[in-house]
């Protein structure tokens, strides 16, 4: 805590998450028109990836012991459900993390 | 007019709101604990701002890993925001706080702003720079308070997974073609089993992208 290293470290990391996220623009920004391949992607990509981020939040659940993931089945059923007849993302979140909390520390 | 997209901007980030308060004590907690006070708490949050990757940073800090392997790991970890610029490339045409828009472009922000078709810049500021502040406030509070919290909170992360389910039932139900969805679910499905649950991410993108350029080619040739 008394040198400067970890600042260094900290620096680095917000490099390169920056380059991460900036590179795209920065490759694509001086074109005109993007290449149909890129607008496809920036089309589809959105959809594949949110489901690929649902099974990244899942991603430490062990469904091989007890309860075998059934508490965040339950959850994910409840926002789901709700979604499906609400159409109101904010009450299907509260009404599942309610329910997963409960989950949680009751059992 | 403005401060009803404010309004609208807000309303939307509130299950943000839940998870980065969260998620941003228990950084901070975990800071303090290997003997960093408020101001790199705030450093962190402001200049890093990416969630998984400050919980890593904790470990690389404490263990005074070299620059190198830092650089290599932050790589590695926020990877995937390469494939979020790819499809906000359009979106951010002609914006003006475009490089702050990117800078602050997490999974959470992106997923708010993926769904929205065509709206003002302002909604997309707001709801970037919102999102940036309960993560800080987040990060700082738990650096600061995180050990004397009262409420029993155990299970309020999940708020973030419902997010994202809750994203994928409305993409689900407002368009016809699931393929993507399903490519993309299946494909993280078999890249955690394959590769574990620290490295599926990449694999799980590229697998995507792959999958998703050969249905495109498919679809054109039946046409």
């Keep these: 805590m008394n040198n400067y290293f ?11 998450t920056m380059l991460v996220r900036f590179s795209p623009f920065l490759i694509f920004n001086k074109q005109e028109k993007l290449p149909d391949i890129i607008s496809y992607l920036g089309k589809v990509l959105p959809t594949a990836i949110m489901a690929m981020l649902v099974v990244y939040c899942l991603k430490d659940v062990n469904i091989t012991i007890f309860p075998y993931g059934l508490k965040e089945l339950i959850a994910v059923l409840v926002v789901a459900m709700l979604h499906i007849y609400k159409r109101n993302t904010l009450l299907s979140i509260v009404c599942g993390t309610i329910c997963y909390m409960l989950l949680i520390q009751l059992f | 007019m403005k401060k009803e997209i404010v309004k609208q901007a807000f309303i939307k980030t509130i299950p943000v709101m839940a998870g980065y308060l969260v998620l941003g004590v228990g950084f901070g907690v975990l800071l303090a604990k290997i003997g960093y006070g408020p101001l790199y708490a705030i450093l962190m949050s402001v ?19 070299s620059l190198i392997s830092v650089a290599i790991t932050t790589l590695l970890v926020n990877g995937r925001h ?26 959470e922000t ?24 309960y993560w800080i406030i987040g990060c700082l509070t738990g650096n600061l308070i995180g050990t ?9 992360e999940f708020s973030m997974t419902a997010l994202f389910v809750a994203i994928v039932v409305e993409q689900w139900l407002t368009t016809k073609d699931h393929l993507p969805a399903i490519l993309g679910f299946v494909s993280a499905i078999v890249c955690l089993i394959l590769f574990g649950p620290e490295h599926f991410l990449i694999p799980a993108m590229l697998a995507i992208m792959v999958l998703l350029i050969v249905i495109r080619k498919g679809g054109n040739e039946n046409e």
């Design chain 2, 82 to 107: 390469l494939f979020y610029g790819l499809s906000m490339l359009e979106k951010y045409q002609n914006i003006k706080r475009k490089p702050y828009l990117i800078f602050g472009m997490t999974d």
């Design chain 2, 110 to 133: 992106y997923s708010l702003l993926c769904q929205e078709e065509s709206k003002e810049e302002d909604y997309y500021f707001y709801i970037t720079i919102f999102n940036h502040c």
């Design chain 2, 47 to 65: 200049t890093i701002y990416a969630g998984s990757m400050q919980y890593v940073a904790i470990s690389l800090i404490d263990s005074a890993a």
């Design chain 2, 148 to 156: 004397l919290i009262p409420f029993n909170s155990a299970g309020i």
């Design chain 1, 6 to 16: 970890p600042l260094l470290q900290i620096i680095t990391i917000s490099l390169v």
